[in-house]
């Protein structure tokens, strides 16, 4: 039962970090990762959906996690992140003939 929520999860959220940051504006991508407060600066549009992903890892939390009925010690944030990277991936892949023009047009987006 638990691996069926956990696939369902994976599924719902497949290639997500690819999804915002190739369908929507620059300016919604800053801002998520600002309210995110991750420790990026920059975001390459070139596989940016794995880019966004790692911010995601390195983002600062609460230090109280457990005030956000979320367990210290909870490893799903990890495991969903880590399937919907490999995801991003394949996706970023794909991507790539809209992505490498746009790189080289307008460079990294600032993040910060």
Do not use: H, W
């Amino acid at each position: 039962m638990r691996a069926l929520v956990v696939v369902a999860l994976c599924g719902g959220i497949s290639a997500c970090g690819s999804l915002v940051t190739l369908a929507r504006s620059d300016q919604a991508v800053q801002k998520s990762l600002s309210l995110r407060s991750t420790r990026c600066s920059v975001l390459p549009y070139v596989f940016s959906g794995v880019s966004y992903d790692i911010c995601l890892l390195n983002a600062d939390y609460p230090k109280d996690m457990e005030s956000n009925n979320i367990p210290k010690n909870d490893a799903s944030p990890l495991l969903l992140l880590s399937v919907d990277m490999v995801l991003s991936a394949a996706v970023d892949t794909l991507a790539l003939p809209y992505s490498i023009p746009k790189q080289c047009m307008n460079g990294s987006l600032v993040t910060k």
